[in-house]
């Protein structure tokens, strides 16, 4: 009995460790500023996402983290659809939301001014 605890303990720890080391390596891939070219975020919010190629396109750059996350993941999700929303919804359809959590992490450490 004593024996079995000992080995389930070791057993976990091994199993936390690994899920540790796999989800540092899952996070570590995901490279924000590139994943914003790549999914052509840069296209319409400009190259310092904070020019966009038109007025009536926000500027996104050093905006909070978790005020951009959600308004990505609204229009994704088709939740939010005012102004302009509907033109990036398909392009964000296309990035998956750990994806949208990289970029806008990124975004959000870019300078305002
Ligand atoms: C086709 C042009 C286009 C593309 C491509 C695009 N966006 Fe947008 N984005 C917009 C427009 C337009 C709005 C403003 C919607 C509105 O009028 O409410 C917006 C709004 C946002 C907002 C909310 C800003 C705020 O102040 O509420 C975030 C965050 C955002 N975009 C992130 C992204 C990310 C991340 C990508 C890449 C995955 C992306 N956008 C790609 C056009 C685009």
Known sequence: MKKMNLFARKLAV???VAAMGFA???SA???GAKLYIEKTCITCHGADAKTPIMPLY????????EYLKQQAL???NGKRTNGMATSMMGI???ATDEEIDAIVKYISTLPAQ
Do not use: R
């Open 14 to 16: 091994v199993l936390s």
């Open 24 to 26: 540092s390596q899952a």
């Open 29 to 31: 891939e995901l490279d």
């Open 58 to 65: 926000p500027k996104l750059a050093g905006q909070n983290y």
């Open 74 to 76: 609204d229009i994704k």
């Open 92 to 94: 964000a359809q296309m």
